[in-house]
Protein backbone atom coordinates (compact mmCIF):
# COMPACT_ATOMS: atom_id res chain seq x y z
CA UNK A 1 0.00 0.00 0.00
CA UNK A 2 2.71 2.62 1.23
CA UNK A 3 4.62 1.52 -2.08
CA UNK A 4 1.42 2.36 -4.77
CA UNK A 5 1.19 6.07 -2.84
CA UNK A 6 4.71 6.35 -2.83
CA UNK A 7 4.40 5.86 -7.17
CA UNK A 8 1.00 7.87 -7.47
CA UNK A 9 2.97 10.71 -5.21
CA UNK A 10 6.02 10.99 -6.93
CA UNK A 11 4.50 10.48 -10.32
CA UNK A 12 2.05 13.55 -9.55
CA UNK A 13 5.01 15.71 -8.88
CA UNK A 14 6.92 14.57 -12.11
CA UNK A 15 3.62 16.28 -14.30
CA UNK A 16 3.76 19.09 -12.28
CA UNK A 17 7.40 19.97 -13.35
CA UNK A 18 6.47 22.10 -16.71
CA UNK A 19 8.80 20.84 -19.54
CA UNK A 20 11.14 23.57 -20.96
CA UNK A 21 12.40 23.85 -24.54
CA UNK A 22 14.81 26.38 -25.83
CA UNK A 23 15.35 27.82 -29.15
CA UNK A 24 18.96 29.73 -29.76
CA UNK A 25 19.32 32.53 -31.45
CA UNK A 26 22.94 33.88 -32.74
CA UNK A 27 23.22 37.13 -34.10
CA UNK A 28 25.88 40.15 -34.92
CA UNK A 29 27.38 42.47 -36.99
CA UNK A 30 30.44 44.73 -37.91
CA UNK A 31 32.82 41.84 -39.04
CA UNK A 32 36.43 42.01 -40.59
CA UNK A 33 36.74 45.59 -40.62
CA UNK A 34 40.53 44.92 -41.18
CA UNK A 35 40.30 42.29 -43.97
CA UNK A 36 43.03 40.18 -43.01
CA UNK A 37 41.72 40.24 -39.60
CA UNK A 38 42.19 36.43 -38.21
CA UNK A 39 39.31 34.99 -36.03
CA UNK A 40 37.80 31.89 -34.44
CA UNK A 41 34.66 33.79 -33.53
CA UNK A 42 32.13 31.50 -35.92
CA UNK A 43 33.54 28.63 -34.20
CA UNK A 44 32.02 30.13 -30.68
CA UNK A 45 29.43 31.08 -31.96
CA UNK A 46 29.20 27.52 -33.07
CA UNK A 47 29.54 26.20 -29.67
CA UNK A 48 26.22 27.46 -28.53
CA UNK A 49 24.62 25.33 -30.96
CA UNK A 50 22.28 28.36 -32.60
CA UNK A 51 19.67 27.38 -34.68
CA UNK A 52 19.60 31.01 -36.52
CA UNK A 53 22.26 33.09 -37.19
CA UNK A 54 21.00 36.59 -37.88
CA UNK A 55 23.39 39.37 -39.61
CA UNK A 56 22.40 42.99 -38.19
CA UNK A 57 24.61 44.78 -40.59
CA UNK A 58 28.15 45.59 -42.22
CA UNK A 59 28.96 41.96 -42.65
CA UNK A 60 31.66 42.60 -45.23
CA UNK A 61 32.94 46.48 -45.01
CA UNK A 62 32.47 47.06 -49.03
CA UNK A 63 32.60 50.71 -48.92
CA UNK A 64 36.19 51.80 -48.37
CA UNK A 65 38.22 54.69 -46.34
CA UNK A 66 40.77 56.42 -48.41
CA UNK A 67 41.38 59.20 -45.97
CA UNK A 68 41.04 58.70 -42.30
CA UNK A 69 37.37 59.27 -41.02
CA UNK A 70 36.20 59.76 -44.70
CA UNK A 71 34.22 56.65 -46.36
CA UNK A 72 33.79 56.59 -50.23
CA UNK A 73 31.37 53.83 -52.30
CA UNK A 74 32.76 51.22 -53.81
CA UNK A 75 31.63 51.84 -57.59
CA UNK A 76 32.95 48.46 -59.25
CA UNK A 77 31.16 45.34 -58.58
CA UNK A 78 33.55 42.74 -58.62
CA UNK A 79 35.43 44.59 -56.11
CA UNK A 80 31.96 44.50 -53.77
CA UNK A 81 31.96 41.00 -54.73
CA UNK A 82 35.13 40.48 -53.63
CA UNK A 83 34.72 42.06 -50.19
CA UNK A 84 31.27 39.78 -49.50
CA UNK A 85 33.87 36.91 -50.18
CA UNK A 86 36.47 37.51 -47.45
CA UNK A 87 34.03 37.01 -45.04
CA UNK A 88 32.44 33.75 -47.09
CA UNK A 89 35.37 32.22 -47.15
CA UNK A 90 36.32 32.71 -43.45
CA UNK A 91 37.04 28.98 -42.74
CA UNK A 92 35.13 29.34 -39.86
CA UNK A 93 32.19 30.68 -41.11
CA UNK A 94 32.14 28.56 -44.51
CA UNK A 95 31.66 25.61 -41.89
CA UNK A 96 29.36 27.98 -39.43
CA UNK A 97 26.79 28.19 -42.50
CA UNK A 98 26.63 24.06 -43.29
CA UNK A 99 25.03 23.95 -39.86
CA UNK A 100 22.71 27.21 -38.91
CA UNK A 101 20.42 28.86 -40.90
CA UNK A 102 21.97 32.36 -41.87
CA UNK A 103 20.07 35.54 -42.34
CA UNK A 104 20.22 39.11 -42.69
CA UNK A 105 19.54 42.42 -43.27
CA UNK A 106 22.54 45.13 -44.35
CA UNK A 107 23.48 48.16 -42.97
CA UNK A 108 25.46 51.24 -44.04
CA UNK A 109 28.58 49.57 -44.98
CA UNK A 110 27.61 46.81 -46.23
CA UNK A 111 24.65 48.85 -48.45
CA UNK A 112 27.88 50.65 -49.89
CA UNK A 113 27.56 54.14 -48.56
CA UNK A 114 28.55 55.41 -44.69
CA UNK A 115 24.49 56.19 -42.66
CA UNK A 116 23.40 55.71 -46.36
CA UNK A 117 19.53 55.21 -46.88
CA UNK A 118 17.04 56.55 -49.77
CA UNK A 119 19.21 58.71 -52.01
CA UNK A 120 22.01 56.06 -52.34
CA UNK A 121 22.40 55.44 -55.78
CA UNK A 122 24.64 51.93 -54.97
CA UNK A 123 21.65 50.62 -53.12
CA UNK A 124 19.57 48.53 -55.57
CA UNK A 125 23.07 46.64 -56.69
CA UNK A 126 24.22 46.38 -53.39
CA UNK A 127 21.61 44.96 -52.30
CA UNK A 128 21.28 41.79 -54.81
CA UNK A 129 24.97 41.45 -53.89
CA UNK A 130 24.27 41.22 -50.31
CA UNK A 131 21.19 38.92 -50.99
CA UNK A 132 23.98 36.36 -53.09
CA UNK A 133 25.79 36.81 -49.92
CA UNK A 134 23.45 35.29 -47.68
CA UNK A 135 22.34 32.58 -50.20
CA UNK A 136 19.02 34.20 -50.90
CA UNK A 137 17.59 32.32 -54.16
CA UNK A 138 17.71 34.21 -57.38
CA UNK A 139 13.94 34.38 -57.48
CA UNK A 140 13.06 35.12 -53.67
CA UNK A 141 10.84 38.12 -53.51
CA UNK A 142 13.22 39.66 -51.84
CA UNK A 143 15.17 40.53 -54.56
CA UNK A 144 12.28 42.50 -55.80
CA UNK A 145 11.17 44.20 -53.32
CA UNK A 146 12.26 47.72 -51.87
CA UNK A 147 14.49 46.33 -49.25
CA UNK A 148 15.64 43.41 -47.75
CA UNK A 149 12.71 43.28 -44.97
CA UNK A 150 11.32 40.11 -44.18
CA UNK A 151 9.83 37.84 -41.30
CA UNK A 152 9.61 33.96 -40.17
CA UNK A 153 8.85 31.85 -37.73
CA UNK A 154 11.82 30.81 -35.72
CA UNK A 155 10.04 27.66 -34.58
CA UNK A 156 7.66 25.02 -36.05
CA UNK A 157 4.71 26.17 -33.58
CA UNK A 158 4.35 29.58 -35.56
CA UNK A 159 4.81 31.15 -31.82
CA UNK A 160 8.08 32.98 -32.40
CA UNK A 161 7.73 35.85 -35.19
CA UNK A 162 11.56 37.13 -36.23
CA UNK A 163 10.59 40.74 -38.26
CA UNK A 164 13.85 41.75 -39.93
CA UNK A 165 13.55 45.59 -40.77
CA UNK A 166 15.53 47.42 -43.45
CA UNK A 167 16.26 50.76 -42.24
CA UNK A 168 18.47 51.68 -45.01
CA UNK A 169 16.99 51.16 -48.40
CA UNK A 170 14.23 53.49 -47.80
CA UNK A 171 15.76 55.99 -44.85
CA UNK A 172 14.60 59.57 -45.47
CA UNK A 173 16.23 61.70 -42.97
CA UNK A 174 14.57 64.69 -44.24
CA UNK A 175 10.69 63.28 -43.52
CA UNK A 176 11.96 61.35 -40.34
CA UNK A 177 10.72 58.24 -42.19
CA UNK A 178 13.31 55.13 -41.29
CA UNK A 179 10.94 52.64 -43.45
CA UNK A 180 9.44 54.23 -45.99
CA UNK A 181 5.67 53.18 -46.74
CA UNK A 182 5.28 49.83 -47.81
CA UNK A 183 7.75 48.34 -45.54
CA UNK A 184 5.24 49.82 -42.92
CA UNK A 185 1.84 48.45 -44.40
CA UNK A 186 4.25 45.16 -44.07
CA UNK A 187 5.04 45.97 -40.36
CA UNK A 188 1.98 46.51 -39.46
CA UNK A 189 0.77 43.00 -40.63
CA UNK A 190 3.32 41.34 -38.60
CA UNK A 191 1.61 42.68 -35.44
CA UNK A 192 -1.57 40.85 -36.77
CA UNK A 193 -0.09 37.62 -36.75
CA UNK A 194 -0.72 34.61 -34.16
CA UNK A 195 2.66 34.93 -32.64
CA UNK A 196 3.06 35.29 -29.35
CA UNK A 197 6.54 37.18 -29.39
CA UNK A 198 7.98 39.20 -31.64
CA UNK A 199 11.82 39.48 -32.01
CA UNK A 200 12.20 42.61 -34.31
CA UNK A 201 15.77 43.34 -35.68
CA UNK A 202 17.36 46.55 -36.97
CA UNK A 203 20.61 47.38 -38.50
CA UNK A 204 20.26 50.62 -36.29
CA UNK A 205 19.31 51.02 -32.84
CA UNK A 206 16.22 51.82 -32.17
CA UNK A 207 15.30 53.02 -28.55
CA UNK A 208 17.72 55.66 -27.72
CA UNK A 209 17.05 59.36 -28.32
CA UNK A 210 19.55 61.89 -26.43
CA UNK A 211 23.13 60.63 -27.75
CA UNK A 212 25.85 61.98 -30.09
CA UNK A 213 27.35 59.69 -32.19
CA UNK A 214 25.07 56.90 -32.60
CA UNK A 215 22.62 56.71 -35.55
CA UNK A 216 19.13 55.36 -34.11
CA UNK A 217 15.74 55.08 -35.71
CA UNK A 218 14.46 58.90 -36.66
CA UNK A 219 11.66 60.71 -33.96
CA UNK A 220 9.05 60.75 -36.03
CA UNK A 221 9.66 56.76 -36.65
CA UNK A 222 9.66 56.04 -33.55
CA UNK A 223 6.09 57.29 -32.54
CA UNK A 224 4.88 54.95 -35.55
CA UNK A 225 6.58 52.08 -34.47
CA UNK A 226 5.30 52.71 -30.38
CA UNK A 227 1.68 53.45 -31.97
CA UNK A 228 2.11 50.29 -33.40
CA UNK A 229 3.03 48.85 -29.79
CA UNK A 230 0.35 50.22 -28.24
CA UNK A 231 -2.51 49.53 -30.64
CA UNK A 232 -1.71 46.08 -30.65
CA UNK A 233 0.44 45.13 -27.20
CA UNK A 234 2.29 42.33 -29.14
CA UNK A 235 5.29 41.16 -26.68
CA UNK A 236 8.14 42.43 -28.54
CA UNK A 237 12.11 42.96 -28.17
CA UNK A 238 14.34 44.36 -30.04
CA UNK A 239 17.72 43.25 -31.83
CA UNK A 240 20.34 45.55 -32.91
CA UNK A 241 23.56 46.21 -34.26
CA UNK A 242 26.12 49.05 -35.75
CA UNK A 243 27.58 51.07 -32.98
CA UNK A 244 30.68 48.68 -32.51
CA UNK A 245 29.85 47.49 -29.00
CA UNK A 246 27.13 45.52 -26.62
CA UNK A 247 24.62 47.30 -24.97
CA UNK A 248 20.94 46.41 -22.96
CA UNK A 249 18.42 49.11 -22.96
CA UNK A 250 15.11 49.45 -21.74
CA UNK A 251 12.26 52.11 -22.55
CA UNK A 252 12.18 54.17 -19.32
CA UNK A 253 8.81 55.06 -19.30
CA UNK A 254 6.53 51.71 -20.20
CA UNK A 255 3.29 53.51 -18.83
CA UNK A 256 3.39 55.19 -21.72
CA UNK A 257 3.29 52.10 -24.04
CA UNK A 258 1.38 49.74 -21.85
CA UNK A 259 4.25 47.28 -22.01
CA UNK A 260 8.03 47.01 -21.29
CA UNK A 261 10.26 47.03 -24.32
CA UNK A 262 13.99 45.90 -24.83
CA UNK A 263 16.67 46.04 -27.08
CA UNK A 264 19.72 44.20 -27.16
CA UNK A 265 22.88 45.57 -29.29
CA UNK A 266 25.59 43.16 -30.00
CA UNK A 267 28.30 44.58 -32.38
CA UNK A 268 32.15 44.84 -33.13
CA UNK A 269 31.95 41.07 -33.81
CA UNK A 270 35.98 41.31 -34.80
CA UNK A 271 36.00 45.66 -34.73
CA UNK A 272 34.74 47.20 -31.71
CA UNK A 273 35.01 50.69 -30.27
CA UNK A 274 37.40 49.51 -27.61
CA UNK A 275 39.80 48.75 -30.72
CA UNK A 276 40.66 52.12 -32.02
CA UNK A 277 39.34 54.72 -29.21
CA UNK A 278 41.39 55.46 -26.10
CA UNK A 279 39.27 55.88 -23.19
CA UNK A 280 36.07 54.68 -24.71
CA UNK A 281 34.15 53.86 -21.49
CA UNK A 282 35.16 57.58 -20.11
CA UNK A 283 34.28 59.16 -23.33
CA UNK A 284 30.54 57.55 -23.64
CA UNK A 285 29.96 58.42 -20.05
CA UNK A 286 29.89 62.25 -21.25
CA UNK A 287 27.87 61.36 -24.23
CA UNK A 288 25.31 59.04 -23.57
CA UNK A 289 23.25 59.90 -20.94
CA UNK A 290 21.84 56.86 -19.00
CA UNK A 291 18.17 57.37 -20.23
CA UNK A 292 17.80 54.33 -21.66
CA UNK A 293 20.73 52.11 -19.73
CA UNK A 294 23.17 52.15 -17.30
CA UNK A 295 26.88 52.16 -18.09
CA UNK A 296 26.80 48.50 -16.75
CA UNK A 297 25.05 47.66 -19.12
CA UNK A 298 27.97 48.57 -21.97
CA UNK A 299 30.49 46.45 -23.51
CA UNK A 300 33.33 47.91 -25.63
CA UNK A 301 35.20 45.07 -26.88
CA UNK A 302 34.55 42.58 -29.51
CA UNK A 303 31.53 40.50 -29.14
CA UNK A 304 28.60 38.47 -30.11
CA UNK A 305 25.12 37.78 -29.15
CA UNK A 306 22.65 34.75 -28.17
CA UNK A 307 19.41 34.69 -27.63
CA UNK A 308 17.84 32.00 -26.06
CA UNK A 309 13.77 31.80 -26.19
CA UNK A 310 12.72 29.41 -23.52
CA UNK A 311 9.30 27.76 -24.25
CA UNK A 312 6.84 25.72 -22.14
CA UNK A 313 5.22 22.20 -22.85
CA UNK A 314 2.54 23.98 -24.44
CA UNK A 315 4.99 25.32 -27.00
CA UNK A 316 4.52 29.10 -25.65
CA UNK A 317 7.55 31.74 -24.69
CA UNK A 318 7.67 31.91 -21.10
CA UNK A 319 11.21 33.83 -20.58
CA UNK A 320 13.87 35.15 -22.72
CA UNK A 321 17.78 34.98 -22.04
CA UNK A 322 20.30 37.43 -23.55
CA UNK A 323 23.48 37.02 -23.32
CA UNK A 324 26.98 39.24 -24.83
CA UNK A 325 29.95 36.67 -25.21
CA UNK A 326 33.29 37.93 -25.63
CA UNK A 327 34.50 37.26 -29.24
CA UNK A 328 37.88 36.58 -27.46
CA UNK A 329 36.70 33.83 -24.92
CA UNK A 330 33.57 33.33 -25.41
CA UNK A 331 32.95 34.62 -21.78
CA UNK A 332 29.56 36.27 -20.82
CA UNK A 333 30.37 40.06 -20.24
CA UNK A 334 26.58 40.83 -20.20
CA UNK A 335 23.07 39.07 -19.16
CA UNK A 336 19.69 39.97 -19.00
CA UNK A 337 16.72 37.69 -17.85
CA UNK A 338 12.66 38.90 -19.30
CA UNK A 339 9.91 36.61 -17.97
CA UNK A 340 7.10 37.04 -20.86
CA UNK A 341 4.82 38.73 -18.26
CA UNK A 342 7.09 41.69 -18.60
CA UNK A 343 6.34 42.06 -22.07
CA UNK A 344 2.94 41.68 -21.97
CA UNK A 345 0.25 44.57 -21.95
CA UNK A 346 0.38 46.53 -18.24
CA UNK A 347 -0.95 49.86 -17.03
CA UNK A 348 -1.12 52.36 -19.56
CA UNK A 349 -1.04 55.84 -18.22
CA UNK A 350 0.18 59.03 -20.52
CA UNK A 351 -0.71 61.28 -18.05
CA UNK A 352 2.42 59.69 -15.37
CA UNK A 353 5.66 62.09 -16.06
CA UNK A 354 8.23 60.76 -18.52
CA UNK A 355 12.01 61.18 -18.63
CA UNK A 356 11.49 61.64 -22.04
CA UNK A 357 9.27 64.67 -21.37
CA UNK A 358 12.13 66.45 -20.33
CA UNK A 359 13.98 68.29 -23.49
CA UNK A 360 17.11 66.10 -24.86
CA UNK A 361 19.78 69.08 -24.92
CA UNK A 362 18.29 69.53 -20.88
CA UNK A 363 19.04 66.01 -20.64
CA UNK A 364 22.54 65.59 -21.91
CA UNK A 365 23.57 68.80 -20.53
CA UNK A 366 22.76 67.48 -17.23
CA UNK A 367 24.50 63.98 -17.65
CA UNK A 368 27.65 66.38 -18.65
CA UNK A 369 27.54 67.75 -15.43
CA UNK A 370 27.07 64.60 -13.18
CA UNK A 371 29.90 62.80 -14.97
CA UNK A 372 32.23 65.95 -14.59
CA UNK A 373 31.28 65.72 -10.73
CA UNK A 374 32.17 62.20 -10.56
CA UNK A 375 34.89 62.12 -12.68
CA UNK A 376 36.23 65.35 -11.73
CA UNK A 377 39.43 63.88 -10.46
CA UNK A 378 40.01 62.53 -13.65
CA UNK A 379 39.46 65.62 -15.72
CA UNK A 380 41.63 67.87 -13.76
CA UNK A 381 43.88 65.45 -13.70
CA UNK A 382 43.78 65.04 -17.84
CA UNK A 383 43.56 69.10 -18.21
CA UNK A 384 46.78 69.62 -15.68
CA UNK A 385 48.73 66.28 -17.80
CA UNK A 386 47.30 68.38 -20.85
CA UNK A 387 48.62 71.70 -19.84
CA UNK A 388 51.77 70.34 -19.17
CA UNK A 389 51.72 68.89 -22.64
CA UNK A 390 51.28 72.19 -23.85
CA UNK A 391 54.06 73.57 -22.33
CA UNK A 392 56.21 71.35 -22.96
CA UNK A 393 55.20 71.33 -26.96
CA UNK A 394 56.20 75.36 -26.09
CA UNK A 395 59.22 74.90 -24.59
CA UNK A 396 60.63 72.88 -27.14
CA UNK A 397 59.51 74.86 -30.00
CA UNK A 398 61.10 77.75 -28.54
CA UNK A 399 64.32 76.10 -27.95
CA UNK A 400 64.41 74.50 -31.23
CA UNK A 401 63.79 77.94 -32.77
CA UNK A 402 66.39 79.26 -30.46
CA UNK A 403 68.92 76.73 -32.10
CA UNK A 404 67.59 77.38 -35.39
CA UNK A 405 68.38 80.96 -35.35
CA UNK A 406 71.76 80.61 -33.23
CA UNK A 407 72.69 78.46 -36.05
CA UNK A 408 71.90 80.76 -38.79
CA UNK A 409 73.75 83.60 -36.95
CA UNK A 410 76.59 81.22 -37.05
CA UNK A 411 76.27 80.09 -40.40
CA UNK A 412 75.93 83.97 -41.05
CA UNK A 413 79.04 84.72 -39.37
CA UNK A 414 81.14 82.04 -41.38
CA UNK A 415 79.83 83.51 -44.45
CA UNK A 416 81.61 87.13 -43.73
CA UNK A 417 84.41 85.57 -42.51
CA UNK A 418 84.75 83.81 -45.86
CA UNK A 419 84.02 87.03 -47.26
CA UNK A 420 86.57 89.14 -45.47
CA UNK A 421 88.84 86.22 -45.88
Not at 99 to 109: A, L, P
Not at 179 to 208: D, P, R, Y
Amino acid sequence: MLNKLLIVLLTSLFFTVEAENQLTIAFGSCFKFYRTHDTDVFKRIQSFNPKYFLWLGDAAYIDYMPILGIWRAEQNETRVKEKFDITNDDKYYAQFKKNVIIKGVYDDHDSNENNGGKFNPLKESAKQLYLDFIGEPKDSPLRKQDGIYQSFYADQHNKVLVVMTDARYNSDKFTGDSLGENQWKWLEEQFQTESQLIIMTSGVQVLHDDRDGPETWFGWSKQKLYALIKKYNKPIIFLSGDVHYSEILKHPCPHRLGQNLYEFTSSGMTFANYDHIPFVDIIFQFLFPTTFSSYQDHYYKSNFGILKIITNDQNSPIRIEFETHSSQDSSVVLSKTILIEELQKQKFDETQSCILDVPITERQWQNYKLRFNENIVVVIGSLFLGLLFIIFLIYNIISYVSKFLELYKQIQKNKQKLKQE
